[in-house]
């Protein structure tokens, strides 16, 4: 059985059904909101509904509990609404995570938007300038392989206190992290990454990197000091194991150990061609 609601019922929140196993349904220009359940006997149930669209070929799922999902085919591209213009922005759902699969996201797109908590960037998702800047409420950012992130994307997020980062390869834009200034440590175990200027610039409060491998730290791309968050965190944990030593023949980027204080012993063998700046 299905029951539909009319354009008019997007924030119904109770309905009558008859048993059996029902879709509850409501309709609004090219979005959907539904619900399955299954009833023993006629009676007046809660409903949380979902809604579902397309942008271009961008398919957008947005759940009850606020979980924004994104989905497209590798090229697809998420604009930038005006105030107001985005398909789920008069839904009565407020977006609280958003997960990016598969698309770019054009610049600015959800800068300074209140209530969005958490990011979840998928494989192959592509984020513009500024895309999450200034978000009040953003804490937790997980990035998966293959992501890229635009320039100052999460530029002054200042309550973001967790990053996480993939096995696979990524990119950091210019300023894609500064003055986050309530992150406190950071976890990379991805070996390819590279990290655009001043990254990290302004994370005063950064106290410990963590790495599972030596070789994958000393992998990484710094354009400059404050690119690797080093610079503010001091501490580099290697497996759970605080730095302090190091030997090694293996070449030596452009500051893989900027204000690593907690390194104080370095062994160098034949084998090393080459050291980069600071």
């Known amino acids: 059985k299905t029951l539909t609601a009319n354009t008019g019922l997007l924030g ?48 957008w799922h947005l759940s009850s509990d606020g979980r924004l999902t994104l989905t497209g085919n590798g090229d697809s591209i998420l604009p930038a609404f005006p105030e107001g213009d985005a398909p789920w922005d008069d839904l009565p759902i407020t ?6 699969n598969d698309c770019i996201v054009a610049d600015n797109a959800f800068a300074g938007k209140e209530n969005i908590d958490t990011v979840h960037l998928q494989s192959n998702a592509v ?7 200034g978000c009040p409420e953003l804490y937790n ?9 635009g320039e100052s994307a999460f530029e002054g997020c200042e309550k973001l206190a967790y990053i996480s980062f993939p096995q696979g390869s990524c990119a950091l834009g210019k300023r894609a992290f500064a003055n986050c ?29 963590y790495t599972k491998y030596m070789d994958t730290w000393m992998s990484i791309r710094f354009a400059n000091e404050t690119a690797n968050p080093l610079y503010y965190a001091g501490k580099l944990y290697v497996k759970g194991n605080l730095l302090t030593t190091l030997s090694t023949g293996d070449p030596i980027g ?13 062994e160098f063998d034949e084998k090393l061609t080459s050291i980069g700046k600071a």
């Open 95 to 100: 977006i609280s995570d958003i997960y990016i």
């Open 181 to 209: 200034t309530a992150l406190d440590d950071i976890h990379i175990s991805c070996p390819d990454l590279s990290v655009g200027e001043s990254a990290f610039e302004g994370c005063t409060t950064l106290a410990a990197v």
């Open 12 to 59: 119904l929140t109770f309905v009558y059904v008859p048993a059996g196993n029902v879709r509850i349904i409501a309709t609004k220009e090219n979005r959907q909101g539904y619900e399955d359940i299954t009833v023993t006997e006629s009676t007046a149930v809660q409903v949380y509904l979902s809604y579902q669209g397309y942008i271009g070929d961008i398919r």
């Open 127 to 133: 984020l513009g300038a500024n895309v999450f800047k």
């Open 141 to 149: 950012v997980y990035l998966h392989e293959n992501t890229v992130v």
């Open 254 to 266: 452009d500051y893989t150990f900027v204000g690593c204080t907690s390194l104080t012993e370095i």
